[in-house]
């Protein structure tokens, strides 16, 4: 992933918005922007993000167009490098609900947003940490590690441990084209569970089997058949 500078405001609109102004002028691969405050935090599906300032970590990494094997499972490799920092560093399990949401006990801890340039020349991975929200600040369907783990945390050692979790992971896949599909697989909450999955203006239920080589999710249909799920809100059945 080549690391590159970390460049830390106080404030700005999203990290995605000024890293793809920074990926547009040429800023190379690796180069981290972070955020103290966003005020117009987005996630998938049109969602705003909300955060607080000076208080959860709200930053993204800008990636070179290197293969399409890598740009599908970008969102899984970030959500496994988060998940795996997070386990080591803190003895915190969480678990992915597909594509790009770590849940831990059923509420969301961490978000990732992918996007790119119109002609893949680049794309930037935008991920959201809670990290020193208090409950009061927090939806009801989310949490934070210092909820979880009744203490302060700093965010700048949370951020290295990130990118160079995401580096690892990224230099692994190289050679081991496989290792990001297997690792998030083992995460995936959502997979060997029934679901109710709105694909555009369609909305359906599968049961979900599994993720395939290039991140999308396999789901099998009430009428036996198999149907590949790319982009769409899958909500699990209870």
Known sequence: MNKGQILWFKKTTSTNDVALSLAKRGFPQGTVIVSDFQTKGRGRQGRTWESQQGKDLLFSIIFKSCGSFLQDKISLLASVAVANVLKKKFNITTFLRWPNDLLFENKKICGVLVEGSPDDEYFVVGIGINVNSKKNELPE????????????????????????????????????SDIIIKEATLLCETLGRSATIKEKKKRFEGYCIGLNTDGSLLVRLDS???KTIRSAEVMVIK
């Open 224 to 226: 036996g058949m198999q």
């Open 141 to 176: 369907s989310a949490t934070s590690l210092s909820l979880i783990k009744k203490t302060h945390l700093e965010r700048r050692t949370l951020l290295v441990n990130i990118v160079d979790s995401c580096d690892t992971l990224y230099r692994e896949s190289k050679y081991k």
